[in-house]
């Protein structure tokens, strides 16, 4: 079964990463030193952390020279079949069937130490919700799976089955924001004592029974289902290690654009580039002289939303905000940019965990 794959902010994205003049003031220097900086920038090293069905892969492949290369990651089996039929009509593409924290180990497996460029589309993709069987919809009836990588890890059925209502409640307050989860928690509990859950409209219908007011045009169902797959794919932690991964792996002048679509992905990024484009901040109150604070390790370009135009033919675009940030050229320190990520995962200090098993969350992790 196919499913129509819509990339959001696909031009502005690719822009971020080939066009050396993007986010700047108008070129005042020599044009000769512009065409040098798109010709290496063009024949660079990138990465896609989030393939998907290839849509931004393209379109950047389209801009880049002979020499360049594409190392490009998912965890999704489908999304790999893809990817791989790419890579096998296109020698710079490189495929990595795993998630994109694991982006330092990959590339130095593939003798990569630095790159030009990363982008990531976080979130869930169109094919991902469109196809029932995902279990990722609540407006369509399926296993309650919610794996990105279906062939590891608990589905969401087996962990609501095992787990309390305070780690329910935890999970759905934290990562959906949902003011309504203590009484989900309990509703979701009661009926597991009885039977499992396991379709994705079974578990809807029960939130929907709890959760009398929503805003306008949710479904009472969007956050506790945003909740659940945002956990049980740690999406927080994996963005907080990528995050800092990239910047350990940029090159100067080698850019980063992450396309985000809900506030804790969204502040976690604007949060890190804050972090790493002001370095001195921390030191504020430190008796140092200028000359000894720290200097910018990236220079944010700014962000861009969607158009009215992208809005009217793609709605899942008017949530997406793209950031993009710029390496300096200055080291990064000894620690590494572990510690320009503030890792907004809120049960990192609890023992709850998707797969069963305890641990104690680490700064950046």
């Given at each position: 079964?196919?499913?129509?794959?819509?990339?959001?902010?696909?031009?502005?994205?690719?822009?971020?990463?080939?066009?050396?003049?993007?986010?700047?003031?108008?070129?005042?220097?020599?044009?000769?030193?512009l065409v040098e900086a798109?010709?290496?920038?063009?024949?660079?090293?990138?990465?896609?952390?989030?393939?998907?069905?290839?849509?931004?892969?393209?379109?950047?492949?389209?801009?880049?020279?002979?020499?360049?290369?594409?190392?490009?990651?998912?965890?999704?089996?489908?999304?790999?079949?893809?990817?791989?039929?790419?890579?096998?009509?296109?020698?710079?593409?490189?495929?990595?069937?795993?998630?994109?924290?694991?982006?330092?180990?990959?590339?130095?497996?593939?003798?990569?130490?630095?790159?030009?460029?990363?982008?990531?589309?976080?979130?869930?993709?169109?094919?991902?919700?469109?196809?029932?069987?995902?279990?990722?919809?609540?407006?369509?009836?399926?296993?309650?799976?919610?794996?990105?990588?279906?062939?590891?890890?608990?589905?969401?059925?087996?962990?609501?089955?095992?787990?309390?209502?305070?780690?329910?409640?935890?999970?759905?307050?934290?990562?959906?924001?949902?003011?309504?989860?203590?009484?989900?928690?309990k509703t979701i509990a009661?009926?597991?004592?009885?039977?499992?859950?396991?379709?994705?409209?079974?578990?809807?219908?029960?939130?929907?029974?709890?959760?009398?007011?929503?805003?306008?045009?949710?479904?009472?169902?969007?956050?506790?289902?945003?909740?659940?797959?945002?956990?049980?794919?740690?999406?927080?932690?994996?963005?907080?290690?990528?995050?800092?991964?990239?910047?350990?792996?940029?090159?100067?002048?080698?850019?980063?654009?992450?396309?985000?679509?809900?506030?804790?992905?969204?502040?976690?990024?604007?949060?890190?580039?804050?972090?790493?484009?002001?370095?001195?901040?921390?030191?504020?109150?430190?008796?140092?002289?200028?000359?000894?604070?720290?200097?910018?390790?990236?220079?944010?370009?700014?962000?861009?939303l969607a158009d009215d135009?992208?809005?009217?033919?793609?709605?899942?675009?008017?949530?997406?905000?793209?950031?993009?940030?710029?390496?300096?050229?200055?080291?990064?320190?000894?620690?590494?940019?572990?510690?320009?990520?503030?890792?907004?995962?809120?049960?990192?200090?609890?023992?709850?965990?998707?797969?069963?098993?305890?641990?104690?969350?680490?700064?950046?992790?």
């Open positions: 079964m196919s499913f129509e794959h819509r990339p959001v902010l696909l031009a502005p994205t690719v822009d971020a990463l080939v066009n050396p003049s993007f986010g700047q003031k108008k070129n005042k220097g020599k044009r000769e030193a798109v010709n290496a920038r063009e024949n660079g090293v990138f990465v896609d952390g989030t393939f998907g069905r290839g849509g931004h892969s393209r379109a950047l492949l389209e801009r880049l020279g002979p020499h360049a290369r594409l190392v490009v990651f998912d965890k999704d089996p489908q999304a790999i079949e893809v990817a791989r039929a790419l890579a096998a009509s296109d020698s710079r593409v490189s495929v990595v069937h795993d998630g994109f924290a694991t982006i330092a180990a990959a590339l130095s497996e593939l003798k990569i130490e630095r790159i030009d460029g990363a982008m990531f589309d976080l979130g869930v993709s169109s094919p991902q919700i469109d196809d029932a069987q995902r279990g990722f919809s609540f407006m369509r009836d399926g296993p309650l799976d919610m794996r990105m990588d279906t062939t590891r890890g608990l589905t969401v059925a087996q962990w609501l089955a095992q787990a309390s209502v305070d780690d329910m409640r935890e999970v759905i307050a934290s990562y959906g924001e949902e003011r309504f989860a203590f009484q989900i928690a009661a009926r597991c004592a009885e039977r499992t859950i396991d379709t994705t409209l079974e578990l809807a219908e029960l939130v929907a029974s709890v959760v009398r007011t929503r805003e306008k045009g949710q479904h009472p169902a969007t956050r506790t289902f945003q909740a659940l797959r945002i956990y049980i794919n740690r999406e927080l932690e994996e963005l907080a290690v990528a995050l800092a991964s990239t910047l350990d792996l940029l090159a100067p002048a080698g850019r980063v654009a992450v396309i985000s679509f809900h506030s804790l992905e969204d502040r976690m990024v604007k949060q890190c580039i804050a972090a790493a484009a002001n370095p001195a901040a921390a030191f504020a109150r430190m008796p140092l002289r200028e000359s000894e604070m720290p200097q910018p390790i990236v220079k944010s370009l700014g962000r861009v135009d992208e809005v009217a033919r793609n709605p899942r675009s008017r949530s997406a905000v793209l950031r993009v940030a710029e390496r300096t050229d200055t080291p990064m320190p000894e620690a590494g940019a572990e510690g320009f990520v503030t890792a907004l995962n809120p049960l990192a200090h609890n023992d709850v965990t998707a797969s069963g098993r305890g641990r104690r969350g680490r700064k950046g992790h």
